[in-house]
């Protein structure tokens, strides 16, 4: 099969996914062995500090983060196979869209074994530096391992969406081919916003879940809001330049249906008789409705109702960043 009969809008695969097809069948199963690691990293911990005669504090205080961990290593696994096929669906789409020109130019490469593997050793390194601080060196290297293989497949995924929206990015620095109006409030491009918000509504299903539980650790909630941050950026970067597109398209458009319901209702204008309203009255209800779609046409690629989740999962984030600054501040 040729690059240009290629299925997928994409490069490559990420380095979980060929790491799970390496390990085979059943898939389900290496995910939940996978999520497991932070579970058996726990139970590490609390064999080390028997043996040693040390307090391991309260069980669930101990255990509860790395439950979490495990629902969010289990969850992004599965996630990001979702994300994929999500974005592989995509590429009718962006056939019409770029009409086949440009379509090769948007494909983002998501093979990179490098970029997860440094984002899981700079937050690794932060980590272990806490717990060396915190419990001695010989329990900090004894973690890692664990540490490690729960941070890859969570940078996986966070790099793969960024790479996606910056995919989506470059759709948006040419010129598309927008579906005509008044067919599609979205003018075509919903596919495109609905990729973008998959991806966004999983990192936010996995960080706000470790920040909540995550209260007494300072790095990882940092973590938590550093990832959450570049993606919200990230995304409406990538969506910029198709809102400018589709805000122009709707300004056309709406321009055009004021034109026709301003033609409708020249003849008034120069007769105001109940006989001419009568003979104009058909003509006026649809040039009235075809203003009060075109007024209607998206500016953004996601639709309303998704929108305000949006700005109210990030006004959310927001205001606990603010909290939480207010109470280290009442602190000092």
């Known amino acids: 099969m040729s690059d240009s009969e290629s299925p997928a809008p994409l490069i490559g695969s990420p380095l979980t996914e060929r790491l799970l097809g390496q390990l085979g069948s059943p898939r389900w199963l290496w995910i939940v062995l996978w999520g497991l690691v932070p579970i058996v990293q726990t139970l590490m911990v609390a064999v080390v500090f028997k043996l040693s005669g040390k307090s391991i504090g309260s069980i669930p205080a101990l255990l509860i983060p790395q439950a979490v961990l495990a629902y969010v290593v289990i969850l992004l696994l599965w996630g990001l196979a979702r994300l994929l096929r999500q974005a592989r669906d995509l590429r009718p789409d962006l056939m019409r869209l ?154 056309k458009n709406l321009q055009q249906a004021r034109a026709l319901y301003a033609s409708a209702y020249e003849p008034l204008r120069t007769s105001a008789t109940l006989e001419t309203l009568e003979s104009q009255a058909s003509v006026l209800a649809a040039a009235q409705a075809l203003e009060e779609r075109a007024a209607s046409i998206l500016t953004w690629p996601i639709g309303d109702q998704l929108m305000g989740i949006l700005i109210f999962i990030v006004a959310g984030v927001a205001s606990g960043v603010i909290v939480r600054l207010a109470f280290l501040a009442a602190k000092l």
């Open 98 to 251: 770029t009409d086949r020109q440009h379509e090769r130019d948007t494909m983002p490469n998501i093979s990179s074994a490098l970029a997860p593997i440094l984002l899981t050793t700079a937050l690794a390194a932060a980590n272990t530096a806490v717990n060396w601080i915190d419990s001695g060196p010989w329990l900090a290297l004894a973690n890692l391992p664990f540490l490690a293989l729960t941070l890859l497949p969570i940078m996986t995924f966070v790099y793969t969406y960024l790479a996606l929206l910056v995919g989506l990015h470059r759709l948006g620095r040419h010129r598309l081919a927008l579906d005509p109006f008044p067919h599609d409030r979205s003018l075509g491009v919903a596919p495109v916003g609905s990729l973008a918000f998959t991806g966004f509504g999983l990192l936010f299903a996995a960080a706000i879940p470790i920040i909540l539980s995550s209260s007494e650790s300072a790095v990882t909630v940092l973590e938590s809001y550093a990832v959450l941050g570049v993606s919200v950026l990230f995304f409406f970067l990538s969506m910029l330049r198709l809102h400018r597109q589709m805000s122009e398209a709707k300004a």
